[in-house]
């Protein structure tokens, strides 16, 4: 976090795309290039501005999806449709395309790596993508402390980081709730996150965890409900809402 | 802009203060989003990051998550920001390490 909170003023940098990856039928994660990145902690966005030749501009936050430290910078983009920014990154970005991001921004829905406590991640959709920052960032340091992420997302098709996440799933470290079709060798009816979920996946809240919960404004009110119920402590629960559409 | 709370709470009508730690530290100078904000009318403290936001207007609107208090609000012209903090009781920003 300190590194974060060092920078001076934010300032606009160029950013160079040097590889897309489709992730799904609608997300791309978009790596770039940027000179003098100072470098984040797992959770933090940036901003990222595009500018048309008439001198149009606009200004969008997305969150970092690779690793913190490792000075990569990763964004992963999901359309919203008729979203004027989202279209072109999901779309039309290419390797070589130019933008501005500044950053990185955050200092709440940070994971410090100093703390060693357990660390219970619950993503729903794309609120997946600052919490893959946290796990790859817990991979990469190959860190003590015990993290598990809980996953909602519609079906199979529609997941993001495939290939990791399938190798952490096979590990226990991740479980997939599917809410409306689960795969062949899923047992759990398809559904929202409940409160079995929770008692089934979570980490037990004996061990004092921390959680970071992430996604639409509705399924972050709800497992916010949920985890204060299965007995978390509302001082170690941070979350992130993004209406679904708003800022695309 | 004078929408029922029903209607800004559909989905696509907000997002939180997290997404908006670029815009404020326009105004601020600095990332805000770690600092605890008191709502002037209920009580309730909140770290500005979990601040509901509504930005689909022409300007940025940050109501208290309990009351729906108006916390802060902000319009940017080619010229000028205008900022009120019109519920807000305190701001506690802790100090810059």
Redesign the interface.
Known sequence: ??R???LP??TWLPATISDVRRESATATTLRLDVDDWPGHVPGQ?V?LRLTAPDGYSA?R?YSLASAGGSGTVEITVDTTPGGEVSTYLTQGARPGHHLEI??P?????VWDTSDTEPVQLIGGGSGIVPLMSMLRTHDAQQHPAQMRLLYSLPSAVHMLYRPELASLHAEGTVTFLYTRQPTAASTRPPGRITADDLRQHAINPDLKPSAFVCG???FVETVLTLLVGFGYDPERI??????????T | MNIPREQRQQPGWHVDGNGLAGAMSDIFGRDITDAMGVCNFCGNRAAVAEVPAYNAGPGVVLRCAECDTILMRWATTPISTWLEMPGLRSLEIAMQP
Do not use: I, Q
């Open positions: 976090m300190a974060a909170a060092a003023r934010l966005h901003d200004v936050p500044r950053g921004l955050g200092k709440w829905f639409p404004t509705g941070r979350a992130e809402r993004y209406g679904e559409g708003s800022s």
